[in-house]
């Protein structure tokens, strides 16, 4: 492949970042030549004469031979994916929920047909971490990697923790910069993260997990009991998505975290994300970095383009780990239900105060997905480093 | 190229962790055919066959088509260096020194001979932040690159303000750890994060400078008065390698920094570096990782192997920015040379207690080289987040 014709689907924030980054460059191997966009009417930033609302103008194009994809709805982008993955059309796209929900189907469409499929832009925005792990760590044994996946959330807390912004009033000023969607949803709820911690799972260590059976909480659900609590013991709270391999079983989960300073999470503030890996050979690593926005990741698509001309693409690891249900501990705020306790392995302090009660235990992750019914808990893990910090009572410990 | 042959100079720690790895790796296409090191009479962890004082024993093999240089000394590895590129046999090093010192020359071989030298180890150990320049940030504008380019150094100032260790006690530890050389001038002096800059500056920013022309000051020259200093107003003291480039030029240097907890740098702690880079599309980026030692250094060698296998090879870079002179914001101590007031352009405080007398305001880079010939100094510079911290009395300030 010498030169990049492309039909571009999508012409939103990420869409107008990269039109704009491949006029900037001015590439003579790249050329747009379609996009196609659900709304004709709407004002363009780009010449009238590019735009379709027919996909076929793509789809029948000869001279077409990679297709961008950058819509929001992820069953129409699948079916565009696996339309041109059939047709030996590589595919550069940036849409988390659809990779996410389509791993296994995708890997499998890439070998049937030899074609690629490259999504820098659906995991952190500008950091390269899927081309970190496959040109760097390929040789490494990574035994985790964990980090703050959502730029929206991130702003969120750092408002609330360090500016004493209402969740409200933060969230309403995140929508305003354009970090969170108008329905907020899917970054405050955690959904996002999962997308994004489900590719991770598969590109480093080669294990499929349905996003959904990922212990998930988002920051929608936490109280200010919860922020009291950190900012008493110098601690902060913190959405982090992780995943870990040990004995042969993985855990993997996105909840707020209450992190002390020795954490890598502790000073990552506002719309940053970060991904620290833990390597055999490297030891720890540390990425930061804008996790989303018009140009960082209108640059993550435009350097696949580059690397597509490369010949690069994803490897298809595969390997035998299992769902793990370790114990974890976690601070939970209630306000009638007592009764969680039972859900408990182990308990360290039980705060009973009227409208701030609280629970520091041990629990194990099925346990915490369970609870998850109840809608008047809030939830946090703590980080080795917090549990440290917090200098949990043990003498209060006991079994349940 | 399909499989390679490797021929390998030096056998010292990073040499030994490059061939681990590869024996670990166990890759059909990578075979070390002879390992050729200055004394014969040591006990190595390989087989006594692969080894030779001759460095003939590899230029006379046809079959070897490519080095790898792990030796100390500069002068000769880059002799070793000059005849394989010349011969049209690529390269891997790490040597910093030689690769600083040598930058044009060593792009003109590259280009005469059209022959690949790599060097990932040479800069950050296990931060892949040469590849990632190139294969990720070659189509955006970087305009400030800065970090903790050495490891020695950071671990003593950790150890100093963190656990009060004295100066002479972490640097003892640091070398029992295996962190610093024994003779540690060229970590504790800023002279290797000096090389490791100038290497940085080339890939950035297309500028080739002498590393004696990096304003440089180690962390020798430190005093308690600034640690206490720094201590009273929740700051620390890194030593900071930086480069930035503003109306056409280019302001360089590795001086020891009052940071404050809204700088990249506050948390990086130990044998860690960083490496912060602030560029148009994606803002601000940051890469954390261990920044030597056996594996991490000997896992970015391993990586130029494969790198080399795909055709990888650095861009020669151009670009026309002279150095700058614009003046920076200092901290001083000083023993009697109180005279030194006349380099200053702006004083901000001026401490006279006996024994504590300290100086901060603005001064050029230049005339701070130039106070470098006076032994009784001790030197930091301010980060902008440092100055708001410390709340510098602007009502003391007065021009010189």
């Known amino acids: ?9 999508g012409f939103g924030c990420v869409g107008q970042g990269f039109y704009e980054i491949l006029n900037n460059e001015n590439n003579p191997l790249f050329e747009i030549k379609k996009i196609v966009v659900k709304n004709e009417e709407k004002e363009r930033s780009a010449p009238k004469e590019l735009f379709s609302t027919n996909a076929e103008d793509i789809f029948n194009d000869a001279e077409i031979n990679l297709i961008v994809e950058l819509i929001d709805d992820a069953e129409t982008a699948f079916q565009i994916v696996r339309r041109s993955l059939a047709r030996a059309i590589p595919v550069i796209s940036a849409n988390k929920k659809m990779i996410a929900t389509h791993l296994e189907e995708l890997f499998e469409l890439q070998e049937r047909f030899n074609t690629p499929l490259l999504y820098e832009g659906a995991v952190c925005g500008s950091i390269p971490i899927l081309q970190t792990l496959e040109n760097y760590y390929q040789n490494d044994k990574v035994n985790e990697i964990r980090g703050i996946f959502n730029g929206s ?23 305003e910069l354009g970090f969170a969607e108008t329905d ?73 975290h209450l992190v002390s300073k ?11 994300n970060s991904v620290a890996i833990a390597t ?9 970095g804008k996790g989303a926005g018009k140009y960082p990741t209108g640059l993550a698509v435009y350097n696949d383009l580059k ?8 490897k298809n690891k595969e390997s035998l780990v299992a769902l793990n249900d370790e114990p974890i501990t976690v601070f939970i705020k209630y306000e009638q239900s007592g009764f969680i306790i039972k859900f408990f392995d182990q308990i360290k302090e039980h705060n009973l105060t009227k409208g701030e009660s609280y629970i520091i235990g041990e629990i194990a992750p099925s346990k915490l997905r369970t609870l998850k019914g109840f809608n008047d808990l809030s939830v946090a893990v703590f980080t080795e480093n917090a549990i440290k910090k917090a200098q949990l009572s043990t003498s209060y410990s006991y079994a349940v």
């Open 153 to 175: 959330s991130n702003y969120v807390l750092s408002k609330i923790l360090n500016e004493n912004l209402s969740y409200e009033a933060a969230l309403t000023q995140a929508q």
């Open 262 to 272: 020795e954490d890598e999470e502790f000073t990552i503030e506002n719309e940053f």
């Open 184 to 256: 907020p949803t899917l970054d405050v709820g955690g959904y996002d993260p999962s997308y994004k911690l489900a590719i991770l799972i598969k590109h480093v260590f080669g294990v499929s997990i349905d996003p959904n059976k990922i212990t998930r909480l988002g920051i929608d659900q936490l109280s200010s009991t919860i922020y009291d609590y950190a900012q008493a013991r110098n601690l902060k709270v913190k959405l982090i998505a992780s995943a870990k391999v040990s004995h042969g079983q993985i855990s993997a989960s996105v909840i707020p």
């Open 280 to 288: 055999e050979y490297t030891g720890k690593q540390l990425l930061v």
């Open 307 to 314: 690397n597509l001309l490369k010949g690069f693409k994803y």
């Open 1 to 9: 492949m010498s030169k990049l014709t492309i039909g571009l689907f």
